[in-house]
Antibody
Framework: EVQLVESGGGSVQPGGSLRLSCAGS????????MNWVRQAPGKGLEWVSY????????YYADSVKGRFTISRDNAKNSLNLQMNSLRAEDTAIYYC????????WGQGTQVTVSS | DIQMTQSPSAMSASVGDRVTITCRAS??????LAWFQQKPGKVPKRLIY???SLQSGVPSRFSGSGSGTEFTLTISSLQPEDFATYYC?????????FGQGTKVEIK
């Protein structure tokens, strides 16, 4: 069974940083493309970032480009999202999502940016 | 960037109704489209991928069609557990973009 477990969320002041992680199990993590998707309170889904299986191909949404960095450690079956210069509008649930077709989702981790 | 426009944004329907949700892409995306269902407080669940392929375990009353710029999600006979918000997602190019969602409510 595919499992994706996010961690690292929390409350932070504007301008602060957080590092999200996603632990994958039950599938070939090192062969899987991965994404982060977020959902602000009461809002729709927003794709945030993508990383290819080897980590060499990376894309970001314009809203986070230059502030967020996606990475992965295939030896540890781990996906990461380093979030710097956080803004109030980054407040959301962040989901780790497997695959090019977004077939498997984690339960999400809450990020709150507020003074 | 490719814009995805869903319609309607919300709708009221009764159990047993046939429901159709439309997603239009601002440029052609072939069949690179998926549909998701999200219930309040829950994780989104994929229903359809590649425009018309039904996710394993999803009831056959759900179907997807379309190619290019216009796509539809159809629920042939709405069930109580289908009241939810539905999103389309284009997977033709980056940045990936979701539709704004369609909330299906009980009439």
């Amino acid at each position: 069974e595919v499992q994706l477990v996010e961690s690292g969320g929390g409350s932070v002041q504007p301008g602060g940083s957080l590092r999200l992680s996603c632990a994958g199990s039950g599938f070939a993590f090192s062969s899987s493309e991965m994404n982060w998707v977020r959902q602000a309170p009461g809002k729709g889904l927003e794709w945030v970032s993508y990383i290819g299986s080897s980590g060499t191909t990376i894309y970001y949404a314009d809203s986070v480009k230059g502030r967020f960095t996606i990475s992965r450690d295939n030896a540890k079956n781990s996906l990461n999202l380093q979030m710097n210069s956080l803004r109030a509008e980054d407040t959301a649930i962040y989901y780790c999502v497997r695959g090019a077709w977004f077939g498997d989702w984690g339960q999400g981790t809450q990020v709150t940016v507020s003074s | 960037d490719i814009q995805m426009t869903q319609s309607p944004s919300a709708m009221s329907a009764s159990v047993g109704d046939r429901v159709t949700i439309t997603c239009r892409a601002s440029q052609g995306i072939s069949n690179y489209l998926a549909w998701f269902q999200q219930k309040p407080g829950k994780v989104p669940k994929r229903l359809i991928y590649a425009a018309s392929s039904l996710q394993s375990g999803v009831p056959s009353r759900f179907s997807g069609s379309g190619s290019g710029t216009e796509f539809t999600l159809t629920i042939s006979s709405l069930q109580p557990e289908d009241f939810a918000t539905y999103y389309c997602l284009q997977q033709n190019s980056y940045p990936r973009t979701f539709g704004q969602g369609t909330k299906v409510e009980i009439k």
